[in-house]
């Protein structure tokens, strides 16, 4: 029979306390630490083993997990593990931080011998072990291979690269595409309830599936912004900003065009500098300038 690893868990909030519990329904040793003691005591009456400090938790795991609050609060929380501690473990820091934040952190966990794994949970905790939640890790890449059976006891895992910044880059990347969705479905509902009409019926029988229809023509967006050519389209912006409908029938209605006018703006600008024949994806270019080009 195969021993299972030991795994220890550091931070046991919301998501802290999914993790664990996911760890132990694979299986694992389980060992967890929490600035608040009590909040241990759940997964102690399920299996896991309390350590009595970030030294007593680090030394237990192979593999250490860290999910706190905040990113600045980490580096110090390691530091108490103490060097002696860390060394030889693999520390997969899945706090949410920035790019920069985390190619500090993995010098510094680096530099007190063990080695670094950040990480992005795409889930919310009651997503965690279940098969739509996602978690990205970037950093070192035998760690990650090493211990990928732990990590896919959370969730998918996907390994986007060496440079640890890739995963938050890319876990901000998802959220501000998922922020877009809200903020188009948040204007939407308020216009068709300016109607009174109910936004339940709506989104189920028309816009979730007019959504998915327009999310089908995402990759080709996509590859004209990697090719920089945006001269085929059936819907040239010159057509699409040459009436403000959207926020003028929203006015009428009482609705405030705040959340779409920012686009529309940019779009309006896209077409004055003359790109008025191409499509809505070279937006971006007013966004942020492809070094390349
Ligand atoms: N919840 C989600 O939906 C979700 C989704 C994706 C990613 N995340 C990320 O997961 C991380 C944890 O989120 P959460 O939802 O578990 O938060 P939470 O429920 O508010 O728990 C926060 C945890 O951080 C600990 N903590 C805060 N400051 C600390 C410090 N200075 N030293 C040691 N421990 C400290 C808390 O300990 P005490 O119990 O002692 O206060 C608690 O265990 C965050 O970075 C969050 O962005 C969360």
Known sequence: MS????????????????????LLMAGYRV??????????????ERG????????????AGEVVIVCILDYADVGALLEQ?????????????VTNGSPEEARAMAERVTALGAEYLDGGIMAV???IARPEAFVLYSGSCEAFETHRGVLDAFARSVYLG???????????ALLSGMYGMFGGFLHAAALVRSAGAPVAEFTSSLLA?????????????????????YSVTGSPLAMQVSHDSIGDVSRAQGVSPELFAPLFALMKRRV?????????????????????R
């Open 272 to 292: 004055a500098d003359g790109h008025g024949a191409e499509g809505i994806a070279g937006v971006v270019e007013l966004m942020h300038k492809h070094s390349a």
């Open 125 to 127: 905790p009651e997503m």
């Open 31 to 44: 060992t967890v630490w929490n600035r608040t003691p009590g909040r241990a005591d759940g997964l102690v």
């Open 162 to 172: 060496a440079d640890p910044g890739l995963a938050p880059l890319n876990d901000l």
């Open 81 to 93: 593990g103490g060097r002696t501690a860390l060394k030889g473990r693999v520390v997969v820091n």
């Open 209 to 229: 599936p007019w959504l998915r229809a327009m999310s089908g023509g995402l990759p080709e967006m996509a590859a004209q912004i990697d090719s920089g050519d």
């Open 48 to 59: 896991a083993h309390r350590a009595g400090s970030v030294s007593e938790a680090v030394a």
């Open 3 to 22: 021993v299972k690893k030991s795994v220890s868990v550091l931070g046991l909030g919301s998501m802290g306390t999914a993790l664990a519990d996911a």
